[in-house]
């Protein structure tokens, strides 16, 4: 089974102004160029958690879930073969840019390349830095954060996670939004009907969760101070009861910076349907 959103990787123009925003505003540490340009972005123990190619889609191009390992990796496999799902095996060129042990990919029903990893790099013993004065970040058995992405069959796509990859629905939101998790973070990925969603990519954000609510604050500094646009003003979910601002990356989408999620209890979890997006604030400033 999958246990948590292990790595998330965009295709951009400019990888250094990523480098920027990433590291001066958000926090992340930079922990690597690659050879080819691509910029590896650090946020826990482990070396990366977002990659950032220099290939000029400005959008998502994966996105990595990992299980425990390789059993449970050709468990996965079986799974997604029985169920009719085309799958392709790692090459040793992927393995060693993503710096993990092995993986297969294939494509969700919408289109998006989603692979299946296990044994990323572990940097325990050089701990994680912030790039800028903060606390750091809540991640580890959690995994990354969340990214919200545009579908065009919003019910295929949900009865793929639940019944394929093994994803538990958490919620719906407003407007047809579904939320999926696969631990106690509220959601891991979210997805949305293409014609709701603003701008053009089809990831619509990508959360990270900082530890303090002063992160967020510093981080709504440095927005201003380094020209980076803020999408939406501060606010708060009803569902996963995430306070947060969001800001415009290089790529056009968003980062969505939140802090105090709640985590979900597996016992007492029920399903519900939400009609409306946020208990406060979440102006729309852009
Ligand atoms: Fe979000």
């Not at 994966?62 to 095996?89: I, N, T």
């Not at 912030?130 to 019910?155: C, I, N, Q, S």
């Not at 101070?225 to 009861?241: A, C, F, I, R, S």
Request: charged share 25%; net charge negative; hydrophobic share 35%.
């Amino acid at each position: 089974m999958i246990t948590q959103l292990g790595y998330v990787a965009f295709g951009v123009k400019d990888v250094d102004r990523w480098e920027t925003v990433a590291s001066q505003v958000v926090g992340l540490a930079v922990s690597d160029r690659g050879s080819d340009g691509t910029l590896y972005l650090r946020m826990d123990q482990y070396h990366h958690r977002i990659l950032v190619h220099p290939s000029g889609e400005d959008d998502i191009v994966y996105l990595g879930w990992l299980v425990r390992g390789p059993s449970e990796l050709r468990q996965m496999r079986d799974r997604l073969v029985s169920a009719g799902v085309e799958v392709a095996d790692g090459t040793p060129e992927e393995v060693a840019v993503r710096k993990i042990r092995d993986l297969f990919s294939f494509r969700d029903p919408a289109g998006y390349r989603m692979e299946i990893f296990y044994g990323p790099l572990d940097r325990t013993h050089e701990p994680f830095r912030p790039a800028r004065a903060m606390e750091g970040f809540k991640a580890g058995r959690l995994g990354l954060g969340h990214v919200v992405l545009k579908v065009e069959d919003r019910d295929a796509v949900e009865r793929f996670y639940v019944d394929v990859l093994g994803l538990t629905l958490s919620d719906y939101g407003s407007g047809k939004l579904a939320f999926f998790r696969c631990n106690p973070r509220h959601h891991s990925i979210a997805i949305m009907p293409a014609t709701m969603g603003h701008g053009n990519s089809r990831i619509v954000h990508l959360m990270l969760e900082a530890l303090s609510l002063d992160d967020l604050g510093t981080s709504m500094d440095l927005c201003e101070q380094h020209g980076v646009k803020m999408l939406e003003t501060l606010g708060k979910h009803p569902n996963d009861l995430t306070t947060s601002f969001y800001l415009e990356t290089p790529s056009g989408f968003g980062i969505e910076y939140g802090t105090g999620g709640r985590e979900i209890d597996e016992v007492n979890w029920e399903v519900r349907s939400y009609d409306k997006r946020d208990l406060w604030g979440h102006k729309r400033l852009a």
